[in-house]
């Protein structure tokens, strides 16, 4: 199992904390995305490591920024 952690600049509400995990949920088996606007933090969990270009474009799609932090 692989965790990733994201800092995302940008988010403010629900709305996307929706965005995010909708575009990342499309780059593929993700077993779990965990997003918060509150905090800034995209955590993906997924049985093998995801491409981080992938998950860092997936982000940019949904109208953010975001760095990998761990």
Same mark, same amino acid.
């Given at each position: +199992?692989?965790?990733?952690?994201?800092?995302?600049?940008? +988010?403010?509400?629900?709305?996307?904390?929706?965005?995010?995990?909708?575009?990342?949920?499309?780059?593929?088996?993700?077993?779990?995305?965990?997003?918060?606007?509150?905090?800034?933090?995209?955590?993906?969990?997924?049985?093998?490591?995801?491409?981080?270009?992938?998950?860092?474009?997936?982000?940019?799609?949904?109208?953010?920024?975001?760095?990998?932090?761990?």
């Amino acid at each position: +199992m692989s965790t990733q952690e994201y800092q995302v600049t940008g +988010m403010s509400c629900g709305h996307c904390e929706t965005s995010v995990r909708e575009e990342v949920g499309k780059i593929g088996p993700i077993k779990q995305i965990d997003v918060s606007a509150a905090t800034g933090r995209l955590v993906v969990t997924a049985d093998e490591t995801v491409d981080d270009s992938a998950v860092l474009a997936a982000v940019d799609e949904a109208g953010y920024e975001a760095e990998r932090i761990a």
